[in-house]
């Protein structure tokens, strides 16, 4: 029973964020109804349960990828997970295996509603666009294409690291924009230009902060993160931002009206 | 019936004969009779993990081999030691941290019972460092210990049935509680672990009885907090009010850590119960200018009702995650042609401190590994002498070369020994540094709060781990064998001048007190980061017992070793990568004898 409440919730909840909604099967008429089928599931006597999936808006796209290695680290994922999500006391996310299952939407559901062994429930603090981000972060993280073999045989110990590590992603260039800027640098994952996401509209953020030393205390807020002046959800540090992109970026925010 | 009555009551009269015993001779334990069993963590209140017993000495040791081995079911870091009471055998698995009793004068040493207890596995993912269990400590009749999800629990040690159980911890507030639960008296004393969540530190005393909270104790924060009272704190360096707070920005403290997962010790003469805090949170030390009182720190209370008497801190302001939890063991060494009533301990940061135990003054503190993060304790002022070149923080950006590492010079899950024949101290040590990169951290409840990697290196030799006998009367090493990998396990040290440990890949080992000879060695079957302790067996025979069962900090670093979950697939760590070669999780119990 819980789990209809929580499908029906998630239904509801997407319709309400407009993102994409879709059966399993195309051949699927007006009359009968969707069903399910995730490919980590078997299926009692081969029958899907009614249901429906969802897949990522965002999937395949670089800057929502790099938003969400962003948020990963800031929202402290690398701390269980590991720099790179190659596992620490979480599980490894990097070796293109899942314990709950890996569709989008399986990924979706362990980040926003968390998972019993410990994993939080994300959904509050970070929005469904947040928790997308990650899910395109996670996905776009290259999984080894062979089945991994440890062999200690042969030359030294040297040898022993036969399970590939993940390839570091190729550096995209630079946004040009300070719209792209805060596409890039995960920014929008939580915030909007004229509406509260999960953090306050860059609009309000402006009005806020003017006439204060504006510029110098919200570039201070973006690099050491806060907590307290919008409500109980933190903003997390960005201090790797590089000065010339910060400085852009609080350019635009505070010449917003 | 009547026979469950009776087994009660010899179980009751020997704790009471081992606590008049402890009170006779609260030092030392060396020369109090000795019973043949092992009631509480570390064999006495001083936390010697010295046993009297000789029959196996290092004359015949050559000939230890297995005599049983038990599976618990668990793969995880089977960190801790069991209990021998009674003729029963007590074993704590990890998470879900179910209780073996073992009949000890039955062939195959059969079960009694098991107890398994509802642990939210939520647990598994707030514990920083892999399920682990510290083991249990019995008292009144009952097996008492932690549960990881934030429980302290008591079992009839004669019956398996639940006494009480008690919250003491809040998995959401990112607090576990792997420790051993400590008993003076009508108190049992227990903390938190979450020094990388940014949890507010605490000890609590319980009623021994009913399980009931009597007092809380703050390990940071204001005097209130920390049962700091009028008139009874008497630190020997830092005086001052509200040093908890004060040496905190604005309300650091509330999220500054301070957690306590170690081991703790008792002085029945001074009344005075030992134990130390962890790291300030998070690790990223420019969020938290200021000593960051009482973090990394030990700490002196009175049992009965928590009072703070002194405290001591020994890494003001810690930025390489130098946890101060290790064992201190109580003990009596002469330092300057003085016999000194000491504390020593072997802390994280590579120096080995001997304290004046009832003022916290600092007599000793050599380094007992490589050093660089200071060149020196400054004893006028108990402060550590930095190296500034070593100093981290997010604005210092990737700080090289760092001894020692964050698992320390020595672990705290690896306790010491201490042998009043030799009149030395046995431990394991890591020979490894770290280069540390700082950057901010953002704390939100219930997940990681911590802002730093820290990559491993060998230190100088290139071996990862030793073992060791050191005086602490001259600060020196008197012997030592050199490990490939970083030694994980407790020590034990016997009146047979025998001394036992075990190493991450795998072998059990007993070597010659005064020498370091190993006199025997056996493949358990999983990596050792747990603590043999030795008993005498019903038939009147010395036996020794350690646990197989490779984890703590080494399942995160060394996921490879891993072969439970199919979705769960790592690289070896960079700094040992063969370490897959020799071990894989287990969780075995092992026994020996000759």
Redesign the interface.
């Known amino acids: 029973m819980k789990h209809e409440h929580t499908v029906a919730a998630l239904i509801a909840l997407f319709a309400a964020a407009s993102c994409t909604k879709h059966g399993t099967s195309e051949q699927q008429t007006n009359a009968a109804p969707e069903t399910i089928q995730y490919e980590a599931h078997v299926a009692a006597g081969g029958i899907k349960p009614p249901g429906g999936t969802f897949s990522n808006p965002h999937k395949g796209d670089v800057q929502s990828a790099e938003a969400g290695a962003g948020l990963f680290?800031?929202?402290?994922c690398d701390?269980?997970h590991?720099?790179g999500g190659?596992?620490?006391?979480?599980?490894?996310l990097a070796?293109g295996?899942?314990?709950y299952g890996g569709a989008d939407d399986e990924i979706f559901y362990s980040i926003f509603y968390g998972r019993?062994?410990?994993?939080?429930a994300y959904g509050g603090?970070l929005g469904t666009e947040g928790v997308w981000m990650l899910v395109t972060y996670l996905q776009s993280v290259p999984a080894?294409d062979t089945v991994?073999t440890?062999s200690?045989e042969g030359t030294a110990?040297?040898s022993?690291?036969a399970?590939?590590?993940p390839a570091p992603e190729a550096a995209a260039a630079p946004a040009p924009t300070p719209e792209g800027m805060l596409a890039k640098y995960g920014c929008t994952a939580c915030h909007a230009v004229d509406k509260k996401v999960v953090g306050p509209a860059f609009k309000d953020v402006a009005a806020k902060y003017r006439g204060q030393d504006e510029h110098a205390a919200l570039a201070a807020k973006v690099?050491?993160?806060g907590?307290g002046v919008w409500g109980p959800i933190?903003?997390?540090?960005n201090?790797?931002l590089p000065a010339a992109d910060l400085d852009a970026i609080i350019t635009w925010i505070t010449g917003l009206k | 019936m009547k026979t469950r009555v009776c087994s009660l009551c010899a179980a009751s009269a020997a704790v009471l004969s081992a606590t008049i015993g402890v009170v006779s001779m609260p030092a030392q334990g060396a020369t109090q009779a000795e019973d043949g069993q092992w009631t509480m963590p570390a064999k006495d209140y001083s936390s010697t993990r010295y046993s009297g017993l000789n029959q196996i000495n290092a004359d015949n040791a050559t000939r230890l081999h297995p005599v049983w081995t038990f599976s618990t079911g668990v793969l995880a870091g089977h960190e801790g030691q069991p209990l021998v009471v009674n003729n029963t055998m007590y074993v704590v698995t990890p998470f879900p941290n179910v209780l073996y009793a073992f009949d000890l004068t039955k062939e195959g040493y059969p079960l009694k019972w098991k107890y398994r207890p509802d642990v939210s596995p939520n647990a598994i993912g707030i514990s920083c460092c892999d399920v682990i269990n510290r083991g249990a400590f019995f008292a009144d009749g009952k097996i008492i210990y932690n549960l990881l999800d934030g429980h302290t629990v008591a079992v009839d040690a004669t019956t398996g049935r639940e006494v009480w159980k008690t919250t003491i911890a809040d998995v959401a507030n990112g607090e576990t509680t792997p420790m051993a639960p400590f008993v003076v008296k009508d108190r049992v004393i227990v903390g938190a672990a979450g020094g990388e969540f940014g949890v507010y530190g605490f000890v609590k005393g319980l009623d021994l009885k009913t399980g009931e909270i009597v007092w809380t104790a703050r390990n940071i924060g204001p005097d209130a907090d920390m049962l700091v009272k009028p008139g009874t704190f008497k630190p020997h360096y830092d005086k001052g009010d509200e040093l908890g707070a004060s040496s905190w920005p604005n309300d650091g403290w509330k999220t500054g850590g301070a957690p306590v997962w170690g081991w703790m010790s008792y002085d029945p003469e001074l009344d005075l119960l030992y134990y130390g805090s962890g790291n300030p949170s998070p690790y990223n030390a420019e969020q938290r200018p200021g000593d960051n009182k009482w973090t990394a720190s030990a700490l002196a209370r009175r049992p009965s009702d928590g009072t703070l008497v002194w405290a001591y801190q020994f890494t003001p302001h810690d930025n390489w995650d130098y946890d101060a939890v290790a064992t201190m063991i109580l003990a009596d060494v002469k330092i300057a042609g003085r016999t000194r009533k000491a504390l020593v301990t072997f802390n994280k940061n590579g120096f080995q401190y001997t304290l004046d135990r009832a003022t916290g003054e600092v007599l000793a503190a050599p380094p007992f590994v490589q050093v660089t993060w200071a060149t020196k304790i400054d004893l006028a002022t108990g402060r550590p002498v930095l190296d500034p070149s070593r100093q981290t923080g997010a604005s210092k950006g990737n700080v090289k070369n760092v001894c020692p590492s964050l698992e320390g010079g020595v672990s705290p899950a690896s306790p010491a020994a201490y042998s009043p024949r030799t009149g030395l101290f046995y431990t394991s040590t890591n020979n490894m540094c770290m280069d540390f990169n700082a950057t901010r951290a953002t704390h939100i409840k219930g997940t990681p709060y911590i802002g730093a990697g820290s990559p491993y290196q060998a230190g100088p030799g290139g071996n990862l781990g030793a073992f060791m006998a050191w005086d602490a009367a001259s600060g020196k090493k008197v012997w030592e064998t050199k490990e490939p990998y970083p030694a994980w396990s407790g020590a034990l040290v016997t009146a047979g001048d025998v001394v036992f440990y075990g190493t991450l890949d795998g072998w059990f080992k007993s070597a010659d007190a005064k020498t370091g000879k190993v006199l025997s060695k056996f493949k358990v079957g999983s990596g050792i980061v747990g603590n043999p302790i030795t008993y005498r067996g019903p038939d009147g025979k010395q036996f020794v017992a350690i646990y197989a069962g490779f984890g703590g900090d080494w399942f995160l670093l060394s996921g490879d070793v891993r072969a439970d979950d199919p979705a769960d697939v790592r690289p070896a760590a960079d700094f040992m990568k063969d370490i897959g070669r020799h071990t894989s999780q287990g969780g075995i119990v092992w026994i020996f004898a000759l």
């Open positions: 680290s800031s929202m402290n701390g269980c590991g720099g190659t596992g620490w006391v979480g599980p490894s070796d295996r899942w314990r019993p062994k410990g994993m939080p603090v080894p991994p440890q200690w110990a040297a022993a690291a399970v590939p590590a690099s050491n993160g907590v933190p903003m997390p540090p201090s790797s």
